[in-house]
C-alpha cells in the first residue's frame, strides 16, 4: 500500500531556499509511473508544480520553471523538489503524490491524474 509521508517545509523569506522530502513507507516508488509535487494555498484549488516519471522526464508548471527542481533516489524510495528563489506566491501547503497509470505529461501536471497522495507540508514565504 502507498503510503506518501512528505517533510522539509517551513518558513523563509523571499529569495530563500528549501527542500521538500517525499518518502514512501509503503510501496517503492520506482515502481510508479509518475511521482509529482502540488500545492494548495488558502482559498484556492490545488494544482501542480512538478512531476517526474520513471523514466527521468520532468515536466513543471510554469510560475516556477527555472526555480524548482524534482528529482527521486530511488536506493532512499524518496521524491524531493528543491525550490529556490522562492517568493510569497509559492506559499502554500505542498503535497507529494504518486500514479501508477501510464500517463503522458508534457506540461503541468494536473491533480485528477494522481490517486496517492500525501498529508501535506506547509511552506510559508514572506516577503
Known amino acids: 500500500q502507498v503510503q506518501l509521508v512528505e517533510s522539509g517545509g517551513g518558513s523563509v523569506q523571499s529569495g530563500g531556499s528549501l527542500r521538500l522530502s517525499c518518502v514512501d513507507f509503503g510501496y517503492n516508488i520506482a515502481s510508479m509511473n509518475w511521482m509529482g509535487w502540488f500545492r494548495q494555498a488558502p482559498g484556492k484549488e490545488r494544482e501542480g508544480v512538478a512531476a517526474i516519471a520513471s523514466d527521468g522526464s520532468t515536466s513543471y508548471a510554469e510560475s516556477v520553471k527555472g526555480r524548482f527542481t524534482i528529482s527521486q533516489d530511488n536506493a532512499k524510495n524518496t521524491l524531493y523538489l528543491q525550490m529556490n528563489s522562492l517568493k510569497p506566491e509559492d506559499t502554500a501547503m505542498y503535497y507529494c503524490?504518486?500514479?501508477?497509470?501510464?500517463?503522458?505529461?508534457?506540461?503541468?501536471?494536473?491533480?485528477?491524474?494522481?490517486?496517492?497522495w500525501g498529508q501535506g507540508t506547509q511552506v510559508t514565504v514572506s516577503s
Open positions: 503524490a504518486a500514479t501508477d497509470y501510464p500517463l503522458v505529461i508534457t506540461t503541468t501536471p494536473r491533480p485528477a491524474d494522481f490517486g496517492y
